[in-house]
């Protein structure tokens, strides 16, 4: 690449472009395909992950989406393995350590995200710092506000009739109210205002605060409970596995897109020009969306049906708050303010390795340069590829 690089008209911001597949200004398609939905959305190439469906619940792209796609393989293996290791633990009755992993394994998995992607250089440790100990002082007050409650439903025996109110609050009071809190940490850390204003770093920080406040929160509640003398070495092995997938995959996964979507919604700011009537009610949907999904869990729970047939409502309540976080952070990223365009600058993208113009999105593959975390768009910026080279990175 040298000099201006060969343009094009975008038919959907009508500036003129780099020629590609993609507008590197607003990320659109520049030829429109069939498939790809509405242009505000671009279904079919998500920003983390063009070679994916916005619809797709990919969990990798979703949760770790400043991950270049050489890495996703890496944390598939790690998901993986804490899968295994939950269904080993499961099966040979070591409840303690499927307890640990199912509660620790996910703060373990984003701490390295962070580290591996270089996020947590791009933000200050009182950010951090801030964002751990709220979730900590939330996660304790919450445990302790509940204990009584948690307590009395403990103390319900099988064939007990439960009366309305109480079922009332335990199915859906006491999920919501602990959906609020955790949304919490993030609120507060918002109200510091951060440096950084781009919506994947609020994700971050939705998604950090969150998981210590669920681990604080379960910590808490073991205590509680191993005071209380409540024991759970009778459980067979299928029970075992059930509260494995709920504790240690649907609950975090669930919660970490609804935080997500929260952090992402607070830290978003709106590009000049876009539709904000049409902001509102996506963002209003899929809140809505992935708040009845958190919610609607307690009501699985207390509801008289098989445990299999809960854990399969689990899963697709997960689900469906993953898609709800895929779409609003697409809706996000395309729609926020970007870095300073660069046109007659080459940079190497880190999603399909091709030397492409530094520009909001690549077009080659459409990826958004804010899917890349900062110190690696610096580092990138700072270390350019010479004219007329490529580098593929599969």
């Known amino acids: 690449m040298s000099g201006q690089p060969e343009t094009m008209p975008c038919r959907l911001c009508k500036h003129d472009v780099p020629a590609g597949r993609f507008c590197g200004r607003c990320g659109a398609r520049l030829v429109q395909e069939r498939g790809s939905g509405p242009d505000w959305l671009r279904g079919n190439a998500f920003i983390a992950a063009p070679g994916e469906n916005v619809l797709q619940p990919s969990l990798v792209s979703s949760l770790f989406p400043h ?4 890495s996703h393989g890496t ?3 790690g998901l993986t393995l804490v899968f295994a290791v939950l269904v080993l633990s499961c099966v040979m009755h070591w409840y303690v350590p499927m307890l640990a992993v199912a509660t620790f394994a996910p703060l373990l998995l984003f701490g390295i995200y962070l580290g591996e992607t270089g996020v947590f250089s791009d933000l200050s440790w009182r950010i951090w710092a801030l964002t751990a100990v709220f979730g900590i ?3 304790v007050g919450w445990s302790l506000l509940t204990a009584a409650i948690v307590a009395q439903s403990y103390s319900l025996g099988l064939g007990t009739e439960v009366p309305t109110a109480t079922l009332v ?3 859906l009071v006491i999920p919501f109210g602990g959906l609020l809190a955790m949304q919490l940490p993030t609120v507060l850390v918002r109200l510091t205002r951060p440096p950084i204003r781009e919506s994947l770093y609020g994700f971050v920080i939705g998604v950090l605060g969150a998981t210590v ?5 379960t910590m808490v509640r073991l205590v509680q409970e191993i005071d209380a003398g409540i024991t759970f070495s009778d459980q067979s092995v299928t029970d075992l596995l059930i509260e494995a997938g709920v504790r ?3 609950m975090p996964l669930t919660a970490a897109s609804v935080s997500g979507l929260v952090g992402i919604g607070l830290w978003h700011t709106r590009r000049p020009g876009s539709s904000r009537v049409r902001h509102l009610v996506v963002s209003g949907l899929i809140l809505v969306v992935a708040a009845a999904a958190y919610a609607n869990v307690g009501l699985v729970e207390v509801l008289q049906i098989a445990s299999e047939l809960q854990f399969l409502v689990h899963v697709a309540l997960a689900l469906a708050a993953v898609v709800a976080l895929r779409v609003g952070m697409q809706v996000a990223v395309l729609h926020e303010p970007q870095d300073p365009l660069h046109p007659e600058l080459p940079i190497l993208c880190a999603e399909c390795g091709h030397v492409v113009p530094d520009v ?3 077009p080659a593959c459409g990826v958004a340069a804010h899917a890349a975390s900062r110190t690696s768009r610096e580092a990138r910026r700072g270390d350019r590829p010479q004219p007329g080279t490529e580098l593929l990175q599969r």
């Open 213 to 217: 406040f669920a681990v604080t929160a």
């Open 360 to 362: 909001a999105f690549c």
């Open 248 to 250: 240690g995959l649907t």
């Open 67 to 70: 991950l270049p796609r050489r």
């Open 75 to 77: 944390f598939r293996v």
């Open 169 to 171: 609050r335990d199915a």
């Open 137 to 139: 002082a939330v996660g």
